[in-house]
């Protein structure tokens, strides 16, 4: 096993350094590692020793600029009327430092280069060259899901060209709504604003953008009803989306219960958790082309005859992995449950009570089966229904599979991602910068509708009709750390829905401006905007919160709304390499504040937590709080805080210690209940046999060996352990 350090050395406020002593009238120009000339920089060979210095907590800019300085010199010196190369000029820093005595500094410089060395060796090996410098994981993750390849798998973009290729592709569809729209320059916006990693759409619309392919969505909801004719028509549909890149949501509760009579053939029905099954088996068969994981949601009402077996249809843990599961409740469940009431069951086929079951009996089932296997979840189907902006077309059954979109049979959505830790500035959020995002988000994800290649024809009638989109956040826990306020605290969840009330505002205002310039979505009248005293909007919904999963490892900031995983952990990055990674706010921190060690980082990776460590300032472990130091109480609080401000639904996943009783797993279920959360999802830690991350001294089903270190999956960026989340 190869284990190395990652870390990154970070510009301070004296990067602001202009270098006006520095003549580099003999030396122009400098060679980089891939051949290409471009002109010589002094300010650059300023910001790397300065970086250097702040890495071991030495001194201030000024000994930078006077090092700089001399490096300059040698370099006019020993390359007059030629032209150095990077690694020339960098052997001359190495050299000035020595001589100045500054050996601690050299050796973070020295250590520095080697990692650069490394990170390209290893983007090398893998083909590609990473034209915007992202991390190993990230060059990683685009090498196996995003960047385009021909058909001997050898990589055809770079990062920049997959942003560009993306950007092109949903500006161009501009003109066919505004012919006197200046393509080039919104082109240019798009590309800036993912260049930039300020906003990331959903993986289809990076992955197949400007392909042949050209499906950009991610969640889908497709309707079952009650023959094999519709049963196995839904298959086919699912199979060609997984195919595209995109995730399924089903409620089976339209079909009939097990043992119920089938009058065509006079046998007897094998009921809804059986066709899961099938499905289960098609989605592994299919593996979405290689480039994603298929992914399900099955919702089940409470009032369904089978609803026993569906809730428990996890007990074998190698059943249903391509599914997340969830019991679709209303607020007469949830009445009963507090008051010992039953909840009559109805056959679908009849539409008569077949039956009864008391309620609390059954939520303790639900809940006993979720702290056991994290699984089932709950779907709050009238809190979602309240919410629902086209009534008049029908209720919601279902959801996509991690549940931040409520949809509508056939419904399809398209999701976009702001991140957060990117609208931090001194110590406060950069309102101006947070509205420009969102107005971009919101014309970017509308041109996605525009430019979309619907996979069935059904999805793009009523998809185009209502025009849903969904922008959504990460790298909250991240902008929380820069701001200095603790995810568990009062003060987070203030922020939370003071951000997001402010992102709701402008979102609703772009959509408003868009329906000025464009038309309302279709199906307005009979909808809840349709109202004299409302604005009329170009999208039925305009916000949602996913998980993110591997658009905020491109990002590189925390998942999503959830907490920071971990700060210091190993990461499986491919077989036998695997990498040493701290969180970037926390090491800037550490060296800042004179603790940074790698001891110190491999102690945190053991321990998993800041918690009782004692080189390490109090009120930095109040600040930087990983899942493990976060009571679930504050999980759902942080959920419904945002749920507040957005009209689709948010994806959170409580994380519990192994520890967690039943009873912490019954009082998230109400509390999510309670403070109008659309759904709830809890995972306990070890619950199922194979995870994504593990902790020191726990044992992995992959390998029958204790882990020293937290070690994740290359892919995983926090939120859901076992991986059923790859959105």
């Known amino acids: 096993m190869q284990v190395r350090l990652v870390i990154h050395l970070r510009c301070s406020k004296q990067d602001k350094f202009t270098v006006n002593s520095m003549s580099s009238e003999k030396v122009s120009q400098i060679r980089k590692r891939d051949g290409t000339i471009v002109t010589f920089e002094p300010k650059i060979i300023y910001n790397a020793i300065n970086k250097a ?29 030629k032209i150095p190369t990077v690694e020339d000029v960098q052997d001359i820093v190495e050299e000035v430092l020595m001589v100045r005595g500054y050996s601690a500094v050299a050796k973070a410089y020295i250590l520095y280069r080697k990692q650069r060395t490394d990170m390209r060796k290893f983007k090398k090996h893998i083909g590609i060259r990473d034209d915007l410098k ?68 959903n993986s289809p619309t990076l992955m197949n953008a400007g392909t042949a392919i050209g499906q950009l969505s991610a969640c889908f909801v497709l309707p079952i009803e009650d023959s ?63 480039r994603r994981r298929g992914a399900n949601m099955g919702i089940l009402r409470a009032d369904h005859p089978d609803i026993l077996e569906f809730v428990l249809s996890k007990n074998n843990k190698a059943s249903l992995q391509n599914f997340n599961i969830s019991v679709g409740v209303t607020d007469q469940f949830m009445q009963a449950v507090s008051n010992g009431g039953a909840q009559p069951l109805i056959n679908p086929r009849t539409g008569r009570e077949s039956g009864s079951i008391r309620a609390d009996k059954l939520f303790d089932t639900i809940i006993n089966q979720a702290w056991r296997t994290g699984e089932p979840g709950m779907i709050f189907l009238d809190r979602i229904n309240r919410d629902n902006p086209t009534p008049q ?32 500035a001194g110590y406060q959020i950069d309102w101006a910068k947070l509205s420009r995002v969102v107005n971009l988000g919101i014309h970017f994800l509308d041109n996605v509708i525009e430019a979309n290649k619907f996979p069935i024809a ?52 772009a959509s408003e401006r868009l329906a000025s310039e464009r038309g309302a979505f279709p199906n307005l009248s009979g909808s809840i905007h349709d109202q004299a005293d409302r604005p009329k909007l170009r999208n039925a919904t305009v916000l949602s ?14 998942s999503g709304i959830e907490p920071i995983f971990a700060l210091s952990f190993i990461r499986n990055v491919m077989q036998g390499t695997q990498l040493l990674e701290i969180n970037p706010l926390f090491e800037q921190v550490a060296h800042e504040q004179g603790f940074f060690s790698q001891e110190l980082m491999e102690k945190v990776a053991k321990q998993g937590t ?44 409580v994380n519990l210690p192994a520890e967690a009783t039943i009873e912490n797993v019954r009082q998230a279920y109400l509390l999510a209940n309670e403070l109008g959360c659309k759904g709830i999802t809890i995972y306990r830690y070890g619950s199922k046999g194979k995870q994504v991350l593990y902790l020191a001294g726990h044992a992995s089903q992959e390998a029958n060996e204790q882990k020293r270190y937290m070690t994740v999956q290359s892919e995983y960026s926090g939120g859901c352990l076992h991986g059923t989340c790859p959105f």
Request: with cysteine; hydrophobic share 40%; charged share 25%.
């Open 228 to 290: 094999i004719i519709d049963i196995f028509g839904a298959l086919t549909n699912m199979a060609i989306i997984h195919q595209s890149g995109g995730g399924t949501g089903f409620s089976f509760s339209n079909l009939r219960p097990k043992g119920d009579l089938v009058r065509s053939t006079k046998g007897i029905a094998s009921g809804p958790v059986s066709f899961m099954r099938i499905f289960d088996t098609a989605t592994e068969i299919i593996k979405q082309g290689g």
């Open 610 to 653: 800041l918690k009782g460590i004692d080189e390490i300032p109090k009120e930095v472990q109040k600040v930087f709080v990983t899942d493990w130091d976060i009571a679930p109480h504050w999980h759902v609080r942080m959920q419904a805080a945002f749920q507040k401000y957005v009209d689709n639904s948010v994806s959170k996943t």
């Open 53 to 81: 210095l702040i890495a071991t907590n030495t001194e201030d800019g000024k000994v930078a600029e006077e090092f700089a300085e001399q490096v300059v010199q040698m370099v006019k010196t020993r390359f007059a009327g």
């Open 458 to 509: 059904e999805v793009e009638k009523i998809t185009r009709a209502n025009r849903k989109i969904g922008l959504g956040v990460m790298g909250f826990a991240d902008a929380l750390t820069r701001l200095m306020i603790p995810y568990n605290s009062e003060e987070a969840l203030e922020m939370a829905e003071r951000i997001m009330s402010f992102i709701s505002q402008e979102a609703n205002k």
């Open 134 to 201: 992202l991390s190993v994981n990230a060059a990683r993750v685009l090498e196996q899901r995003y960047l385009l390849k021909d058909e001997s798998s050898q990589v055809l973009e770079t990062p920049s060209q997959l942003f560009r290729r993306v950007a092109r592709t949903i500006a161009g569809i501009e003109r066919d709504l505004n012919q006197a729209a200046d393509v080039k320059s919104l082109e240019e916006e798009f590309y800036g604003l993912m260049s930039s990693l300020d906003f990331l759409p």
């Open 393 to 424: 077309l029908g209720r919601i059954e279902a959801t996509n599979p991690c549940g931040e979109l409520p949809l509508l049979p056939y419904e399809s959505c398209n999701l976009g991602s702001i991140n957060l830790s990117r609208m931090v």
């Open 545 to 558: 919160i996913a998980p993110t999963g591997t658009i905020s490892i491109l990002a590189g900031c925390s």
